[in-house]
């Protein structure tokens, strides 16, 4: 499969696998990460190549459809979502997905945001908007988690950890992860996760590739404790030999699904808001709303 954009290369034509489990997939700001992560999304298609995501061949529209139905995606921003609250978040993927209003219940538990769900997204700490938005973005159970840079908001509110100072930023950041890695893990049998360092990814991701100038290459994941938790389904999977990248097309994601693993529950912090003075547009007035196509270029994700 390859990936053009603005008449250069974003992902030269290579053959490719992800198997069952964390793949992390790093480059610098402006390599094409968000375009191939779209692209598995299914809201753009290759510029050449095939692509089959849960076994289904997404150059044609049937299974286009099969694909998107197994698929939870989550954009690096979901600002269009700020006016919501938590809770309506959650409710109106659920409904977008054709999920009864029971499982978005259920996700807003499992993710503890029953004390944030009547909070609009804009007002929520970064950990907590990035709770909902996987809770949005699970909420029908996928077959497969995409996540463009879901830490890029906790890095920024951390400064200046990113920049190598020492600060009260890093703890926070750090114990953040800490309690939203072990998550990700169980959110479905396959997810991609991306960020800009691979530093991200040390010790916990099951694959990592890097994208820079086009060219994709698998790199070692130093990350013995994550591949002792994988199941020998995992291991099974993994048997694309590494550095086997040619120009051929991409097999991404196999088509059977594991049982699904119970999600460990999160301690939410105590935030204290003022009482919110506009008003809301009621949830029963959502299930009014009749559900579109996704544009092409849609940027909203879930």
């Known amino acids: 499969m390859g990936v053009r954009r603005g008449g250069r290369w974003l992902l030269r034509p290579v053959t490719f696998g992800m198997p069952e489990g964390v793949v992390g997939l790093a480059g610098p700001p402006g390599a094409g990460k968000s ?75 499992r993710f503890d945001l029953a004390e944030a769900a009547g909070t609009e997204l804009a007002l929520l700490p ?100 994550a591949r002792r938790g994988r199941s020998p389904a995992d291991r099974r999977g993994a048997a694309v030999p590494r550095g086997a990248l040619s120009p051929q097309t991409v097999d991404a994601m196999p088509a059977r699904r594991p049982a699904r693993r119970a999600l460990p529950r999160m301690s939410l912090p105590q935030v204290s808001l003022p009482p919110l003075a506009v008003p809301h547009l009621p949830l029963p007035q959502l299930a009014k709303v009749r559900p579109g196509r996704s544009p092409a270029e849609s940027a909203t994700g879930v």
């Not at 690096?76 to 209003?101: D, I, L, P």
């Not at 996987?134 to 879901?150: K, M, S």
């Not at 703890?171 to 890695?181: D, G």
Request: aromatic letters at 6%; proline letters at 6%; one cysteine or more.
């Open 35 to 109: 375009t191939l992560l779209a692209t598995f999304a299914t809201l753009r298609r290759p510029n050449t190549g095939a692509l089959h995501i849960l076994g289904h061949d997404i150059t044609n529209a049937a299974g286009q459809r099969a694909a998107r139905a197994g698929i939870g995606y989550l954009p690096a921003r979901f600002s269009r979502a700020e006016g919501m609250t938590a809770g309506e978040f959650v409710a109106y993927a659920a409904y977008y997905k054709r999920t009864s209003a029971s499982a978005a219940q259920s996700m807003i538990r």
């Open 126 to 225: 970064p950990d907590v908007r990035l709770r909902a938005g996987l809770a949005a973005a699970c909420v029908h159970e996928p077959g497969l988690v995409l996540l463009d840079d879901p830490f890029g908001e906790l890095c920024a509110a951390a400064e200046p950890w990113p920049t190598g100072a020492a600060g009260p930023g890093r703890h926070s950041l750090t114990a953040a992860m800490a309690e939203l890695i072990p998550v990700l893990r169980t959110l479905a049998p396959t997810v991609v996760v991306t960020a800009d360092a691979t530093e991200t990814f040390t010790g916990w991701c099951d694959r990592l590739f890097t994208l820079a100038r086009g060219r994709l290459a698998e790199q070692p994941t130093h990350s013995a404790g």
